[in-house]
């Protein structure tokens, strides 16, 4: 019922800022909860940051904590990840997920999101 779709992704150098976008269609996803996950080249999906259908609450991966930050604009029926100081450590394919679930804060499961977005690929150069 809902599309996701990323962009704002890139080749970049450590220490740089990029801002994702996940810009949403076909229904609104105010009464949803979001997330980022991420993909590396052999690893296994992982969370990365997690928001509320209201906005008020976030969660966020220990590894990225202090150096994301993940918005949204229900009017807009877009969710952001603006992320800063990037570690090459970061490179991966970025995933935007949404949740049916709304009153779920189980943000870091990836079994509460009904939706999922193509990714974007970051990359970051030492």
């Known amino acids: 019922q809902v599309q996701l779709v990323e962009s704002g992704g890139g080749l970049v150098q450590a220490g740089v800022s990029l801002r994702l976008s996940c810009a949403a269609s076909g229904r609104s996803i105010s009464n949803y909860p979001m997330g980022w996950f991420r993909q590396a080249p052999g690893k296994e999906r992982e969370f990365v940051a997690g928001?509320?259908?209201?906005?008020?609450?976030?969660d966020y991966a220990d590894s990225v904590k202090g150096r994301f930050t993940i918005s949204r604009d229900n009017a807009k029926n877009t969710v952001y990840l603006q992320m800063s100081s990037l570690k090459p450590e970061d490179t991966a394919v970025y995933y935007c997920?949404?949740?049916?679930?709304?009153?779920?804060?189980?943000?870091?499961?990836?079994?509460?999101?009904?939706?999922w977005g193509q990714g974007t690929q970051v990359t970051v150069s030492s």
């Open positions: 928001i509320s259908w209201s906005g008020r609450s976030t």
């Open positions: 997920a949404g949740s049916s679930a709304a009153l779920s804060r189980r943000w870091y499961a990836e079994d509460i999101y009904d939706y």
